[in-house]
């Protein structure tokens, strides 16, 4: 019977011409619904976990115990919607933005909110 959504058989195809390479020094894949694999680079680079065995990483900061080591999503919160994740991604991009270029241009939750504050003065 295969994946179904609303009813409907799910079918993937391939958009031909759609491939594309984004440079990189490492990939990060993150998979499944464990706690983060502590053996390994967790380990040797000595990043804290917290209660439930995430990476411990405050919300908002997303910035480990280790210098220059951020977390967010399942790594931080522990399994969530998938929403959570890539909200959550965005707002450590711009963390991560801030912290190597004092500032950031990229979009946040937060500029909604002062957004707001402009036209409710």
């Known amino acids: 019977m295969g994946n179904r959504f609303l009813g409907r058989p799910v079918k993937f ?10 440079p990189c020094q490492r990939v990060f ?3 499944g619904f464990l706690n983060p694999q502590y053996v390994g ?3 040797s680079l000595g990043v804290e976990l917290d209660g439930r065995k995430n990476v ?4 908002g900061v997303y ?3 280790v210098s220059k080591v951020f977390a967010a999503g399942d790594m931080r919160r522990g399994q ?5 994740a890539i909200s959550e ?3 450590c991009a711009r963390k ?3 912290f190597l270029m004092g500032h950031s241009v990229l979009e946040s939750k937060d500029s909604v909110n002062q957004f707001d504050q402009v036209f409710d003065s």
């Open 13 to 22: 195809t391939e958009v031909e011409g759609s491939e594309r390479e984004i």
């Open 29 to 31: 894949l993150a998979m």
């Open 41 to 43: 680079m967790l380990e």
């Open 56 to 59: 411990n990483a405050k919300e």
């Open 63 to 65: 910035r480990t115990n």
């Open 80 to 84: 969530s919607l998938v929403v959570w």
């Open 89 to 91: 991604g965005r707002e």
């Open 96 to 98: 991560v933005d801030e």
